[in-house]
């Protein structure tokens, strides 16, 4: 697949419809009993019978009701303990009618169709929204406004994100000038923290990179996408967010040239988001790269405030990046 073909499959594409919005299939037909409790991690166990009773007491006649009272459940903790898998099986497991994307997906959705299309879109018994993150005040006068459509509607919703709720924004939003709409976005969720150890990491032995990110590498398949770490931000900055998710599914493979760490902090985002939904098509990757996994996201020149992207990026490239070793 080349860059040209990609673009025009992708850049103009209509918006997803309901019934693209469900888990990738990865993390379909999946269940809060599949998940395995680590025994060594106190609190995990507790935290998954939390995310249990939330669903479950969501199943009664009485959930559009309860929903004023109670209407978000947020899983905060590291990267790579589970949290999407959780997400994933609150959906397999909810009854009614039900919704399933990333938080960046759902911005993207309110810059393409405006809000009250997207209300109506995203409107359900239950809303799963993966990584939730408020970076910049575009995205906090989004997400405030979406909630509260949606609350009203009666939709429950249950995010996850690497931020803890007070820490939304740090080092990039005047917290003052934004307090009151960060205060109200807070108080749609009861926090439930999810703790545990990376387990993507485990693939790769300590300070080790993996596999797939190396120096050389055999040309990549036909049917791969293969491109400069150049030409890929090139692609991206044609496609709206949302699209990433078509293109992570009609994606073989991707391997790229030339990497490097990155010295703009867009372009770094851009990446991110991309690498986001390849992890969740489970997208084989390979890199010939010019650095250390580690050495990626630099920081200076890139701020520390993107630090949770950067590090959740890392650990998904060190699974895409193993599927070939």
Same mark, same amino acid.
């Given at each position: 697949m ?25 993390f379909?037909r ?14 995990q ?12 007491l ?19 903790g590291p ?11 609150c ?11 990333s ?10 169709r ?43 919703i ?10 939304w ?16 976005i ?10 545990g150890?990376d ?8 300070g080790?990179?993996p596999?797939?990110? $190396? %120096?050389? /590498? &055999?040309?990549?398949?036909? #049917?791969?996408? @293969?491109?400069?770490?150049? !030409? +890929?931000?090139?692609l ?11 293109? $992570? %599914?009609? /994606? &073989?493979?991707?391997?790229? #040239?030339?990497? @490097?760490?990155?010295?703009? !902090? +867009? ?17 084989? /990757? ?7 996994? @580690? ?31």
């Open positions: 080349r860059p040209a073909e990609v673009i025009q499959r992708f850049a103009l594409a209509a918006p997803p419809g309901p019934e693209e919005l469900v888990p990738p299939p990865r379909q999946l269940s809060l009993a599949s998940f395995e409790i680590d025994p060594e991690v106190p609190g166990a507790e935290a998954v019978a939390r995310i249990r009773d939330f669903v479950w969501g199943r009664q006649w009485w959930r559009r009701w309860l929903a004023r009272d109670l209407p978000g459940l947020y899983l905060d990267f790579g303990v589970g949290k999407t898998h959780l997400l994933a099986a959906f397999c497991e909810a009854d009614g009618e039900r919704r399933y994307l938080f960046s997906d759902a911005l993207s959705l309110l810059t393409a405006g809000l009250d299309d997207t209300v109506e879109l995203l409107a359900a018994d239950l809303l799963c929204l993966d990584e939730f993150d408020l970076d910049d005040p575009a995205q906090v006068r989004l997400a405030d406004q979406l909630l509260e459509r949606l609350i009203e509607r009666g939709t429950r249950i995010a996850t994100s690497n931020a803890v709720v007070g820490d924004g740090s080092g990039t939003l005047p917290s003052e000038q934004f307090r009151a709409q960060l205060t109200r807070g108080a749609a969720f009861a926090v439930v923290h999810v703790p150890r387990r993507r990491r485990l693939l790769v032995a300590e080790e990179d596999p797939q990110w $190396a %120096a050389s /590498l &055999p040309e990549a398949p036909a #049917s791969w996408l @293969a491109c400069s770490q150049a !030409q +890929l931000d090139e991206l900055q044609q496609l709206p967010l949302i699209a990433l998710r078509r293109l $992570a %599914a009609a /994606l &073989p493979g991707l391997q790229l #040239s030339g990497v @490097a760490p990155f010295h703009d !902090q +867009l372009a770094a985002l851009r990446f991110v988001h991309l690498v986001d939904r390849l992890y969740d098509w489970r997208v084989p /990757l390979r890199a010939v790269a010019r650095c250390r996994l @580690a050495e990626l996201f630099p920081s200076p020149p890139l701020r520390s405030a993107f630090r949770r992207k950067h590090r959740r990026c890392q650990s998904r490239l060190s699974e895409l990046c193993s599927f070939y070793g």
